[in-house]
């Protein structure tokens, strides 16, 4: 049995060595039979693509095109805070109800919020007894003028009810003027005063909530600030390098990350004259007309025009490749090599066509930019 069983283990492993081997063949055929790899080599420069038909790429010179000199900046909408009105209460007192909050467009006389007030209590009440106070001495005026045509008083009397009358009127003009500053409304004597929007626009600050207490305006924030958003200033960083290409009355060309198909006109009104001393820049105020679609925050890209007017080059739009947010364009570098360089694309001219600084005109670029780099990273 032992000699059975060494035979069968012998007859095993052969077996085994024999599909082992076979194994390899099979391999060996099939990476016989395995097409060639892409054509494409990648040199020690990322920037640089190495193929094998570079005719499959067709090179174009670059076009040249004037134009004048244009700086392009980013920048945010913000209020005009010359239209930033306040909401306040000259009335202290607790807040009722609010019927508006910060984020809110609000149209002037609107109902914001009311205030229950002491105040107003106290200046209906000193206006009631100004009333009362003057009712009293146009009587005793007319007493003392009946009695002086009777000789049984002298003249001095009557005018001093006359005194006493006059000064009366002014205690009623004061506690009627006093009702008014303080927001109450004279036909309707009550504690309660509305407090409404003196303008119309975008609620951006709220200090109050429902029954709050309300100070005076010692150390007291608003109540409400309203900013009218139908002319905003889009607030621009211009570095110090470039801000010989900024003046003041500049038309702008501002355009909004999110609606970049259109393109809104503005007027460059302040130029800060005090720089960031970290970043190098000054701040530039553009005042542009708020058609309804600028959002306080907003991000926009303002293009300003310069004067002079110099030569740029003009490529296919396809030229253009947009990686890693960065143009770039080919140009041949060698017989069957290509170099990636960047550019900064500017205007699209009709039909296809793109202005790009970063080379010269005259320069040759791969046509289509975008078919090479698929290639590359086939």
């Not at 010692?218 to 211009?238: K, M």
Request: aromatic share 4%; proline share 5%; glycine share 6%.
């Amino acid at each position: 049995m032992n000699r059975n069983s060494l035979l069968i283990s012998f007859a095993c492993l052969a077996l085994i060595i024999s599909l082992a081997a076979c194994g390899n063949n099979v391999h060996a055929s099939a990476k016989d039979t395995a097409p060639p790899p892409a054509a494409v080599e990648h040199e020690d420069n990322s920037g640089l693509i190495k193929v094998d038909h570079p005719d499959q790429f067709p090179l174009l010179p670059a076009g040249d095109r004037m134009d004048t000199t244009e700086l392009a900046v980013t920048g945010s909408v913000t209020p005009d805070v010359s239209r930033n009105i306040p909401v306040i209460s000259l009335a202290s007192g607790r807040v009722v109800e609010i019927h508006a909050r910060i984020g809110d467009m609000v149209t002037k006389g609107q109902l914001l919020l009311r205030i229950q007030s002491s105040d107003i209590s106290q200046a209906f009440s000193d206006y009631r007894q100004a009333l009362a106070d003057e009712k009293l001495v146009s009587k005793q005026l007319e007493r003392a003028q009946l009695l002086v045509s009777k000789g049984a008083i002298a003249q001095k009397e009557v005018e001093v009810a006359q005194n006493a009358e006059a000064k009366a009127k002014v205690d009623i003009e004061a506690a009627q003027e006093k009702l008014r500053v303080l927001g109450a409304d004279m036909k309707n004597p009550s504690a309660i005063i509305d407090i409404a929007a003196p303008i119309s626009g975008v609620i951006v600050e709220q200090n109050v909530t429902n029954a709050a207490g309300v100070k005076t305006l010692d150390n007291s924030p608003n109540l409400f600030t309203i900013a009218d958003i139908s002319n905003v200033w889009i607030v621009c960083d211009v570095y110090e390098n470039n801000l010989s290409q900024v003046r003041m009355g500049e038309p702008v060309d501002i355009r909004l990350n999110a609606y970049p198909d259109r393109v809104f006109r503005g007027v460059v009104n302040n130029i800060g004259p005090i720089l960031d001393p970290n970043l190098r820049t000054a701040k530039v105020r553009v005042q542009v007309q708020n058609p309804g679609v600028m959002r306080l925050g907003m991000f926009v890209t303002a293009t300003f025009h310069g004067e002079t007017k110099e030569v740029r080059a003009l490529v296919p739009a396809t030229a253009v490749l947009h990686l890693h947010d960065r143009d770039w364009v080919y140009v041949p570098d060698g017989s069957n090599t290509f170099r990636r360089l960047v550019v900064t694309g500017g205007a699209m001219v009709a039909p296809d066509m793109q202005e790009v600084t970063g080379i010269h005109p005259g320069d040759r670029v791969v046509s289509n930019a975008l078919v090479l780099q698929n290639t590359a990273e086939q």
